[in-house]
Structures are given as C-alpha cells and as structure tokens.
C-alpha cells in the first residue's frame, strides 16, 4: 500500500515485535454511511441564509414548528457540483432523537451529545480529520516485516494518533486487535491439519 502516515515497532508482551504501520484509507466515505448519527438532510436552499430562509417561508409557509426546525439547521457541506444542493444538521431532529435512542432524557445532556455529533460531522467534511487504516506484520529473524502475514483494519479516525492519553490508549487497542488476527492466522498456518476442538457441551 502507498499513502503513508506513520511507521513503528511494536514489542508485545509475547516477546514478539511487529511492523505496525497506518495509511490514509482512500476507500472510506462519510460518516453517514454508518449508524448512530445524527439527523441530516439535503436541501437545495440554505436555510442558514436569511434571504434564501425568507423566501422559502414567504413560498411555503411552512408551520412553526417547520420554521424552527429550518432556522435551528446548521452547515455540513454546502452546494457542489456533484448533488448541486447542499447537506445540512437538523439540531431540532437530532435532540429528538438524542432523547428517544441515544438515552439522554435531560436536555442539556442531549444538546451536548448533539454539539459533538456535530462537531465530529463537520470535522469530517472540513478535512479537519480522515479515516486511516491500521495494518501490522510479525517481523522476522532479521526485523524485517513478513508482509504476507501483515492485517489489516480500515475506518479509524485520524486523530487516533494524536499523542494524548486517550488516543495513545485506544491506539494500544487496536494494535494488540491486529496482532491477535496476525497470531490467529500463524497458529492456523502453523497447525493447519489440527482439528478444531468442538467445545460445545450436548
């Protein structure tokens, strides 16, 4: 793989050292495509803007309820040539469903947990971070990495590797994740012909 960010050495507690290197993944596309967001809506009018706020009312007249949602909407990624519209946060929809299925019942919990889905949705569509994929390879004799038995796992946001507490952490993490899968694949490579045992009782 080409694009890459940074390189290390991993000693495990095993004994073992591996090549742990992280790419940027190229592949993955906005948070949206997965679950657990925020409401989101494309709009071929800004309701941010004043004016064009004004004329939608003045051309739909929209019930109050409608109005308060649009004027509450916030800017994720404005018009382009590719949706010719452009994709915007409903604060309104979103603390709905903050109460509803994220488990915040006290307002201002729920706005908070909505602030940050917001922030991290704008982040993503600022490039103010990006998704990078995380791969690892036993080394060998000679510390060099056996590439035919490095893993890998894509969809990480990019900020795992700030040098903070949490993220050094989390990014401990998903190391010793990948150097399970590597050890999982070696012990099977190593002992192909071995029956699994059957653990399960009658």
């Known amino acids: 793989m080409t694009d890459t960010i940074h390189t290390e050495i991993y000693a495990h507690k095993n ?16 948070p949206l495509e997965d679950d657990g967001y925020g409401v989101t809506e494309r709009l071929d009018f800004d309701p941010t803007n004043e004016r064009q706020l004004a004329a939608y009312i003045e051309d739909y007249e929209p019930e109050l309820e409608e109005e308060t949602r649009l004027r509450l ?31 915040c019942t006290d307002q201002a919990k729920a706005m908070e947990f909505v602030e940050k889905d917001y922030a ?37 946001e990019s900020t795992i590797l700030n040098d903070d507490e949490d993220n050094r952490s989390y990014r401990k993490e998903v190391i010793e994740d990948l150097i399970a899968s590597v050890e999982h694949v070696l012990h099977h490579q190593l002992h192909k012909d071995q029956l699994e045992l059957d653990l399960r009782r009658d």
């Open 15 to 30: 004994g073992k050292r591996y090549s742990v290197v992280w790419y940027y993944d190229n592949d993955s596309g906005s």
């Open 73 to 103: 909407m916030r800017v994720l990624q404005g018009p382009n040539r590719h949706y010719g519209s452009g994709l915007f946060y409903d604060v309104l929809s979103s603390l709905h469903l903050a109460r509803a299925e994220w488990g």
């Open 120 to 156: 991290f949705l704008k982040g993503w569509y600022d490039e103010s971070w990006h998704w990078i994929t995380a791969s690892v390879a036993p080394l060998d004799e000679d510390d060099e990495p056996i590439e035919s038995n490095r893993e890998y796992c894509c969809r990480y």
